[in-house]
């Protein structure tokens, strides 16, 4: 079992930047793919960001350009997502999640956190 636990949401200007932190525990946590999910109100949970084991292959989704990065550090257990100029369109609840398979699919993440809001004001 894996337990996985974000921070680092908040509230922010348009333009502004955050770095959400997702740190994992439990038995070869660090051997996942993580992937990062948001889901806004009515809408169906996204994919943003997907990284493996190793931090050698990141994938992002298409609405990203640029803006965001995933990053993890596996001595600390933790993976990062980067948020720089954000728009008010990025509001959403974001989830990391950790999967066997390397996937943007939510459905094969395997363990889900429980969420952190981002909220972005014009």
């Known amino acids: 079992q894996v337990q996985l636990v974000e921070s680092g949401g908040g509230l922010v200007q348009a333009g502004g930047s955050l770095r959400l932190s997702c740190v994992a525990s439990g038995p070869t946590s660090s051997s996942y793919i993580m992937g990062w999910f948001r889901q806004a109100p009515g809408k169906e949970r996204e994919f943003v960001a997907r990284?493996?084991?190793?931090?050698?292959?990141?994938s992002y989704g298409d609405f990203v350009k640029g803006r965001l990065t995933v990053s993890r550090d596996n001595a600390k257990n933790t993976v990062y997502l980067q948020m720089n100029n954000l728009k008010q369109e990025d509001t959403a609840v974001y989830y990391c999640?950790?999967?066997?398979?390397?996937?943007?699919?939510?459905?094969?993440?395997?363990?889900w956190g429980q969420g952190t809001q981002v909220t972005v004001s014009s």
């Open positions: 999640a950790a999967s066997r398979v390397l996937s943007i699919q939510a459905g094969v993440y395997v363990y």
């Open positions: 990284i493996n084991w190793s931090g050698g292959s990141t």
